[in-house]
């Protein structure tokens, strides 16, 4: 009755009592999802809102679609044209990049990002941060830079046969009451950005063979997008570029550096020398320099010292006449280059000294006015 109590009976004790702490531990977990949810939720609806600050400007958003699409020439990008020209042979293919462009964007982003916060708990800061920043990044643009997407380009450019597969096809993502999509807000590509963002998290998050397969994702975005005639290249290369960059800033060792930078320029600290602390005698604690502050004190009032403690900063020498304390005289060295720390006199040569000037007596004035220094024997006449 009286033996040892077995593992498995305090393991179902502790069980009953740990209840309480892993239901409290469950609320929060779940008041931290939602939490999550909602702010993305507000960013997202933020994002909308901001993107129709292009309506009105569709005479700028085509003019600039001029521009995008002369400045792909000039650096010999693949003609958009020409590609979706091969895919027109199939109208079964063109169905499919519609409704992959319609149906895959926002449902991927969501189901990965849930997945990152439910079961990826340690990863979802830096995804969390990565997806803020690259789409806040390309809301400023979309407002800035309005773009007409290349399906408005027959009208503008002679020869270039883009066609709107949406239209033609179906089924269209633009519909004639649409009030929620801005067909001007072509530039960044966030179809293209997100896919990388996802391809990403996937790839370093996990440690299997197969999520070398979330590449083809972005690739078969990239080729969507073009086909359908709804975003540029340079669309594409502006919005990856955009979740590539979020995404080395967020790298730890770029952080910490970024950590030391914002310290070094609010609040210089430079390393103090060991040997700018004299200390006492076999008991390693610091004690102040003759004719200097007491340990501890800071200095404000004297020149590159701010925010020093005074026995880390050389003291000025006062003259061999000063009197340091009560009539006691204390030994000076020679003042030390630049840059070296002072040294406390030897505590044998100071006795002796005092000795001298004393003339017979110094052994007990020693003793009286010079804490933790003793007068060696025969140091004192008699």
């Given at each position: 009755m009286?033996g040892?109590?077995?593992p498995a009976t305090?393991a179902r004790g502790?069980?009953r009592?740990d209840?309480?702490?892993?239901?409290?531990?469950?609320?929060?977990?779940?008041a931290?999802?939602?939490g999550q949810?909602?702010?993305?939720?507000s960013l997202?609806?933020?994002y909308?809102?901001g993107?129709?600050?292009?309506d009105?400007r569709?005479l700028?958003?085509?003019?600039h679609?001029?521009r995008?699409?002369?400045?792909?020439?000039?650096?010999?990008?693949?003609?958009?044209?020409?590609?979706?020209s091969?895919a027109l042979?199939?109208s079964h293919?063109?169905e499919?990049?519609n409704?992959?462009?319609i149906?895959?964007h926002f449902?991927?982003?969501i189901?990965?990002?849930?997945w990152?916060l439910?079961?990826q708990?340690?990863a979802?800061?830096r995804v969390?941060?990565?997806?803020?920043a690259?789409t806040?990044?390309?809301?400023l643009i979309?407002?800035?830079?309005?773009l007409a997407?290349p399906?408005?380009?027959?009208?503008l450019v002679?020869?270039?046969?883009l066609?709107?597969?949406?239209?033609v096809?179906g089924?269209?993502?633009?519909g004639?009451h649409d009030t929620?999509?801005n067909?001007?807000?072509a530039m960044p590509?966030?179809?293209?950005g997100w896919?990388?963002l996802e391809a990403?998290?996937?790839?370093?998050?996990?440690r299997v063979?197969a999520?070398w397969l979330?590449?083809?994702?972005?690739?078969?975005?990239?080729?969507v997008?073009?086909?359908?005639?709804n975003h540029?290249?340079l669309d594409g290369?502006?919005?990856g570029?955009?979740v590539?960059a979020?995404?080395q800033?967020t790298?730890?060792?770029v952080q910490?550096?970024?950590r030391?930078?914002?310290?070094?320029?609010?609040l210089p600290?430079?390393?103090?020398?060991?040997a700018a602390m004299?200390c006492a005698?076999g008991?390693g604690?610091?004690?102040?320099?003759?004719g200097?502050?007491?340990p501890g004190?800071?200095?404000?009032?004297?020149?590159g010292?701010?925010?020093?403690?005074a026995s880390?900063v050389?003291?000025?020498?006062?003259?061999?006449s000063?009197d340091?304390d009560?009539?006691?005289t204390?030994?000076?060295?020679?003042?030390?280059?630049d840059?070296?720390?002072?040294r406390?006199?030897?505590p044998?040569r100071?006795?002796?000294?005092?000795a001298?000037?004393?003339?017979?007596?110094a052994g007990?004035?020693?003793?009286?006015?010079?804490?933790?220094?003793?007068a060696?024997e025969?140091?004192a006449g008699?």
């Amino acid at each position: 009755m009286g033996g040892p109590v077995r593992p498995a009976t305090l393991a179902r004790g502790s069980g009953r009592g740990d209840r309480p702490g892993r239901a409290a531990g469950a609320l929060r977990s779940s008041a931290f999802i939602v939490g999550q949810v909602v702010l993305l939720g507000s960013l997202y609806w933020l994002y909308g809102l901001g993107r129709h600050f292009a309506d009105g400007r569709e005479l700028v958003a085509l003019h600039h679609a001029k521009r995008v699409w002369h400045i792909e020439r000039l650096f010999d990008l693949p003609n958009e044209s020409s590609i979706q020209s091969l895919a027109l042979h199939s109208s079964h293919l063109l169905e499919f990049a519609n409704r992959f462009y319609i149906a895959v964007h926002f449902p991927a982003a969501i189901i990965f990002l849930l997945w990152v916060l439910i079961f990826q708990r340690p990863a979802w800061r830096r995804v969390r941060t990565v997806i803020m920043a690259s789409t806040g990044v390309a809301l400023l643009i979309h407002i800035a830079y309005p773009l007409a997407p290349p399906r408005f380009l027959p009208r503008l450019v002679p020869g270039v046969n883009l066609v709107d597969t949406g239209a033609v096809f179906g089924p269209s993502p633009y519909g004639p009451h649409d009030t929620v999509a801005n067909q001007y807000a072509a530039m960044p590509s966030l179809h293209i950005g997100w896919s990388i963002l996802e391809a990403w998290g996937v790839i370093t998050i996990l440690r299997v063979r197969a999520r070398w397969l979330a590449v083809l994702h972005p690739i078969i975005t990239t080729v969507v997008v073009v086909i359908t005639a709804n975003h540029y290249w340079l669309d594409g290369i502006i919005g990856g570029g955009l979740v590539v960059a979020a995404v080395q800033l967020t790298r730890p060792e770029v952080q910490a550096r970024l950590r030391l930078w914002a310290i070094a320029f609010r609040l210089p600290v430079r390393a103090l020398p060991a040997a700018a602390m004299a200390c006492a005698p076999g008991t390693g604690a610091p004690v102040a320099l003759a004719g200097g502050p007491p340990p501890g004190a800071i200095i404000q009032d004297r020149p590159g010292a701010a925010g020093r403690p005074a026995s880390a900063v050389p003291q000025a020498r006062k003259g061999p006449s000063a009197d340091v304390d009560a009539g006691a005289t204390v030994a000076r060295a020679p003042d030390p280059p630049d840059g070296v720390a002072p040294r406390a006199a030897p505590p044998q040569r100071a006795a002796a000294e005092d000795a001298d000037d004393a003339g017979g007596d110094a052994g007990g004035d020693a003793g009286g006015d010079t804490e933790g220094v003793a007068a060696p024997e025969g140091a004192a006449g008699t």
